[in-house]
């Protein structure tokens, strides 16, 4: 009878170690996920101090550009000129159908980048070929794809009524070079 107590014994111990192991590791594994998913960083999403878009000459693509060609073509049709102090001029590059080159104001604003939230906000005046403008603001998010490519998150919230939707939509801001938007805005005469 004691042989049987003692077993009895052994099994309760044994079966009291093995479900408070179980219940420490099912603790231990809850713990990892919870600090995983509290603790592990975007890898898409920067932390930055300042917006990207730095002063200079900027084109957003709606595809990641690849080549020097791609950032050509993209500088060719639109160009954002950022200023220092976070204003932007953006111009419209366009060819009319006898071949002269027409570059005209399309866009005037003024953006702010927030360290905490990081988003850009920007406020803008749309300048439209008849010369009507439609007012309202946009807020940007930046993340790099692939650690390098920067990918902007765009969701306009335009005030003024507009063709357009005010959905979110993304783009691939491109920095024109020098030289590239010197010749860009210097062609002269028609292309045939």
Request: with cysteine; hydrophobic share 35%; proline share 5%.
């Amino acid at each position: 009878m004691g042989d049987a107590r003692g077993q009895n014994e052994i099994s309760a111990t044994f079966q009291h170690q093995t479900t408070s192991a179980a219940m420490r590791m099912r603790c231990l594994s809850a713990i990892l996920l919870v600090a995983g998913l509290i603790e592990t960083p975007r890898l898409a999403q920067a932390q930055l101090s300042e917006s990207p878009i730095t002063p200079g000459f900027w084109s957003f693509a709606n595809r990641k550009s690849e080549t020097t060609q791609d950032v050509r073509a993209a500088c060719r049709n639109y160009i954002e000129i950022r200023f220092t102090d976070g204003h932007y001029i953006g111009l419209r590059i366009y060819k009319t159908e006898s071949g002269v080159a027409v570059r005209e104001v399309g866009e005037v604003g003024h953006c702010t980048f927030n360290r905490e939230t990081q988003v850009e906000q920007c406020e803008k005046r749309l300048i439209k070929p008849d010369g009507s403008i439609l007012l309202g603001t946009a807020e940007s998010r930046y993340s790099f794809g692939d650690g390098k490519t920067l990918k902007m998150t765009v969701t306009p919230k335009m005030i003024t009524d507009t063709p357009f939707t005010n959905a979110p939509f993304d783009t691939f801001p491109v920095h024109c070079p020098d030289d590239v938007v010197w010749s860009i805005l210097n062609e002269v005469g028609r292309s045939r």
